[in-house]
């Protein structure tokens, strides 16, 4: 054999290492691995987002404001006892951001005792609800000059049954005025 056969010259084709061919489909590893970090991180992102949504609408759902004020008289008279009792109504505002359907209205007071009829009422935020109430109070006391608090039980978006009260004045309005009428000297 010549010693020049024994040179090999890397310059020829089919002589020497045979080079990997580079795929155009598949991506460098470090390429990979920002891709998929960053496709984690934006997942991470939208899934922290939801649950901050969702934290949010039931805390909103959860809400509840109420304003009421004595709104109307219906029929009433008073008993042999002395105490004057008048059919009225409550209105009330749901002032919060989700509706309540209020369930229940009373108030206690040393003088006056205000009671609902027994009806639900669903109020729509911003909306008003007449809710029926019987109202009692002994002739020849005095109404007082402190609002009355109403206590109202309401069952929220979230289906939960809820607690809430409303300063309501009495004083000055159609329900003291009927009532002045009807325990004053006939």
Known sequence: MPAEDAVIDLDTPGHGPVAAPISRHMPRPRVALGLAFAAGLGLGGWGVHRSEQ????RQRDATVVLVALPAGVGGG???S???ARIEGS???VNAGPSPVTVRSVRADSPTVLVR???QTRLIRPGGTGWIGVVVLFPCGGTLGTEPLTVRFSVQT?????????YPVAVVGSVWADTLSRMCGPG
Do not use: H, I, S
């Open 157 to 165: 978006a979230d289906g939960q049954v809820r607690e809430a009260a």
């Open 90 to 92: 409550l209105a009330v």
């Open 77 to 79: 008279g008073v008993n």
């Open 116 to 118: 609902d009829l027994g």
């Open 81 to 83: 006892g002395g105490r």
């Open 54 to 57: 969702a934290r949010a609408d």
